[in-house]
C-alpha cells in the first residue's frame, strides 16, 4: 500500500484519503477512507475544481463500489477482476432483499474523534482549516460558472467556470462532511446508498456544506412531492437520528439518480471513458465560411457562429449515457398516486387514470407483469404524517408534539393509530439521543437557511461559523472524551449532555454559538 501514500499522508493512515485514475476521457477519484485529514479535504477540493475546468475530459466520477479499492490498488474497475463471489453482492443475500443494509461507509468528511485525540479541537486554525476544506470540497463538487466582477453575470468563456459534470456514485454510507458529495452534478443512488448526520450525537453542528440551505428545499429542483414538506422533510433528516435510504435521496432530490446495483459502476466507468472530451462534443456541424466572411466578421469584432454553435449541448453525452443506464431518476415520475396515497396501490396503472408510476415499455413484459415500478419513500410519509408538528418554530414543541401523539396513540385499537403512535416515540427518542444544545441549534441554523433571501455560500458561512464555536463547548468534549476511553459504541448513547433537555437550552445560548450576520 506504500503506493496508495503521500508525504501528507499520517504515520498512523495505511494509505492516502483518496486517490485519481485517468480512464480515457473520464477521470476517477477513490475514496480510500471515510474521513480525510484537512490537507486531504484541501486537496481534493482543488483537484474537483480543476477537473471540472479541463476541456480535454467527459467528466469527473467519484465512485466506489463492493471492490476493495485499497487491495486493488485503486485500479480502475473496468481492468480488474470482475468475479465477486467472495464479496458482498445484492443478489448474494437471499432472504435480506432490497434494502438490507449497507456495506461500506463511503465518507463523513472528517473524523472529530481524530482531531480530539490529537488536539487539534483547541486551535482554531486547524478547525478552521478543516471545516474551509470542507465547505471548498463541496463548492467544487457543485460546480459554478465565472461570474463577471461588474455585472454578476455569468462570463460566457470565463477560464475558472466549471465545465464537465461531477458525477458521484456513493455505493453505502456518507454522513456530516461527506454530504458535501450530494451537490455534485449527478448523484447516482444504489440501494446500498444512505445519508445521516452523526455529529449532534457527537455534541456538534452541521458542517459547512450547505444542509441548512438544501434540506429546507426538498424536493424543489425536481417539483417532487416532498417539496409541499420541505421543511418537516429538514427537520426529520436532521434533529430525529434518522437515517435516508436510497428511495428516500430520490424522492427529496438529494440524489438524482437510481442505479440500484452498484455492479452498474463498471460499465458506467468505461462509458464516461468512451465518450468525447469537453472541447470535441459537437451537435452542430461547423458552417464554412470564405475569407471574406471571417475578415468582415473580425472587422466588425464579432465571434464566428461555429464558436457559439454547439454551447448548449456541450455535457448532454453524460447526461443521455446516466439516463440509459438508471432504473429511474429524480426528475421523473412523482411518488403521487392518483387517489391522494403517497404509496402507489397497484402494480399497473391504467392510461388515464391518474395514477403515476414509473412506466416501462410493455411490449417488452407479459402481461401478467408490472410496467410500473413503485416509488416510495418513507421519511416524505413521515413528513406528511407529522407536518404540523414538525412546522412548529419551537424545538421544545416539537418533541413535546410528539410525544402526546406518542403517548395518546398508544391504546388506540386501530393498528395504524398505534404505529403512528410507535413512528412518533421513535422520533422523538431521535432528538432526546442527542446533545440538546447540538438540536437546538440546528433547528436554528434550519430556519436561518429557509429565508428567501439565503444562498447556499452564505449558509455554509453561518454553519462553519456555529461549528467552530462548537468545538469549544463542553458536549463535545464530554462525549470525545468518552469516546475516545472505549464508552461510546453506539449512535446515540452518550447522554452525559451539559443540558438535561432542549428546553434547558437558552436562545442566547444559541445565537452566542451562531454568531452575529
Known sequence: LSELRTPLTPDDHDTAGAAVRQMGCVRRIFLLNPYLTGDEL????????????????????????????????????????TDRTDKLSPTDLGQFGPGYGRAWHVSGGYDPLELYERGLHADPGAVGAILDGARNLALSCRGAPELDPATGRPVQDGASAS??????????????????????SYVLATRDTCFRLLNPSRGLSLDPTGLSFVLPRAGWEYDQISAEYSSSIAVIAALCNYELDAEDLLE???????????????????????????????????????????????????????DLNNAPYKGRNVANLIGNMCEYDAAGTDIMSGNGDLRATTAVDAPGSGRMGLQRDPSLYPEDEDVVVKR???????????????????????????????????????????????VARELADGMESQSPLAVRVIHRLLQLGAGRSETLEGCMEREGRAQRNMFTQDDFKFWAEAASKGKVEEIGEFKGWKHRGVGDVTDDEVEEIIGAE
Do not use: W
Request: charged share 30%; hydrophobic share 35%.
Open 42 to 81: 484541501a486537496g481534493l477540493g482543488h483537484y474537483v475544481k480543476r477537473m471540472s475546468r479541463n476541456r480535454g475530459i467527459s467528466a469527473v466520477l467519484i465512485a466506489n463500489n463492493d471492490d476493495d479499492d485499497k487491495a486493488n490498488m485503486a485500479m480502475p474497475t473496468t481492468v480488474i477482476d
Open 163 to 184: 465545465r464537465v459534470p461531477v458525477v458521484a456514485f456513493p455505493h453505502g454510507l456518507l454522513n456530516d462532511g461527506g454530504s458535501a458529495f450530494l451537490l455534485s
Open 252 to 306: 427529496t432530490g438529494l440524489a438524482t439518480h437510481m442505479m440500484r446495483e452498484a455492479s452498474r459502476l463498471g460499465p458506467l466507468e468505461f462509458g464516461l471513458g468512451e465518450l468525447d472530451p469537453f472541447d470535441a462534443q459537437i451537435v452542430k456541424r461547423k458552417k464554412v465560411h470564405t475569407m471574406d466572411e471571417r475578415e468582415e466578421m473580425r472587422d466588425r469584432n464579432l465571434d464566428l457562429p461555429e
Open 376 to 422: 416510495s419513500s418513507r421519511v416524505v410519509d413521515l413528513a406528511a404524517t407529522f407536518d404540523p408538528i414538525l412546522k412548529m418554530g419551537r424545538t421544545v414543541d416539537v418533541l413535546e408534539g410528539l410525544r402526546e401523539v406518542a403517548s395518546s396513540h398508544r391504546s388506540k385499537s386501530d393498528p395504524e393509530e398505534r404505529e403512528c403512535g410507535e
